[in-house]
């Protein structure tokens, strides 16, 4: 199975930016689609952003309309690892970030029981 570490979360002024990366222990991320997602105390898992597998004859990314065009979704094969490139925070950005990995490669879903692997999480607050 896959192992999913998340980290760069921290503490950020409004209006800030931050880089969450997601790397596995078992150098197979190049074979799945990755979703992020976030989750804030009291709140149903929300989807982020997705890619399709790099394997993938035309690799496909989503945003969901609260992060589109203030966040950015990457992949480094050579490092087995993603990143989610996170501008312009807002408050409401504040939550545990989770990247999460489907085995079968061509699913870029926003909805989190797509989805096989999960990672532990990384807190990100937006505040002064």
């Known amino acids: 199975q896959v192992h999913l570490v998340e980290s760069g979360g921290e503490l950020v002024q409004p209006g800030g930016s931050l880089t969450l990366s997601c790397v596995t222990s078992t150098f197979t991320l190049e074979y799945y689609a990755i979703g992020w997602f976030r989750q804030a105390p009291g709140q149903e898992r929300e989807g982020l952003s997705c890619m399709t597998s790099r394997d993938r004859r035309d690799q496909y990314t989503y945003y969901s309309d609260s992060v589109k065009g203030r966040f950015t979704i990457s992949r480094d094969t050579s490092k087995s690892a993603v990143f989610l490139q996170m501008n312009g925070l807002k408050p409401e950005d504040t939550g545990v970030y989770y990247c999460?990995?489907?085995?079968?490669?061509?699913?870029?879903?926003?909805?989190?029981?797509?989805?096989?692997?999960w990672g532990q999480g990384t807190q990100v607050t937006v505040s002064s």
């Open positions: 999460a990995a489907e085995r079968a490669g061509s699913v870029c879903s926003l909805r989190h029981t797509e989805y096989d692997y």
